[in-house]
């Protein structure tokens, strides 16, 4: 399974997907989460050691018990003990999806010339609420001065193109097959 379009869906492997429904549905707080989140980033050693295999389950187990939130270390020690410490970043990336597909967050990625007003980036959000059904809309904004004007809007797979770029390539293709 192979997901690529923005930073927010990155490849992720089927087990880290799995993992990280059981992360959600054990009821870990979403506080917790980012806290573990933070202690691995701030100490990437800590990584190196659960992945080690040369390093005794015990030894890690005592690591988890005293440097990781109380809420999480059972989910931790589990992932530990199947030895997929090496999904850490995967899992977390993947819980964050599985999160907003319940609380039904659409996450789209809008990329244009220009930054779109706060109203506009509303009326956006509007849309995609409505015509997908979510509860709450995300996007993410980049920049793209190769589009020439206007935007192109992408949720999973369906994108609206509506670049000047995205235009002049239609035309193009039109003009072509005749």
Not at 32 to 50: C, G, M, Y
Not at 70 to 98: T, W
Not at 125 to 145: M, P, R, S, T
Request: proline residues 4%.
């Amino acid at each position: 399974m192979k997901i690529q379009t923005s930073k927010s869906q990155i490849y992720c492997p089927v087990a880290a997907v799995r993992y990280a429904q059981v992360l959600y549905e054990v009821n870990v707080p979403a506080e917790a989460v980012q806290k573990t989140r933070e202690i691995f980033s701030e100490v990437p050693q800590l990584h190196d050691i659960f992945v080690n295999p040369t390093i005794d389950l015990k030894k890690k187990m005592t690591v988890i018990d005293r440097v990781f939130p109380e809420e999480i270390r059972s989910f931790l020690k589990v992932v530990c003990k199947y030895q997929r410490m090496d999904l850490i970043e995967d899992i977390f990336a993947a819980y964050d999806r599985y999160c907003d597909e319940q609380n039904q967050v659409l996450n789209a990625v809008l990329t244009c010339t220009v930054p779109p007003s706060e109203e506009q980036k509303k009326g956006m959000e509007a849309f995609l609420c409505k015509k997908y059904g979510a509860k709450k809309a995300k996007i993410e904004v980049c920049q793209d001065q190769a589009l020439l004007g206007g935007f192109i809007l992408r949720i999973g797979s369906d994108e609206y193109d509506w670049s000047m770029k995205g235009r002049l390539n239609r035309l193009e293709q039109r003009l072509t097959w005749r």
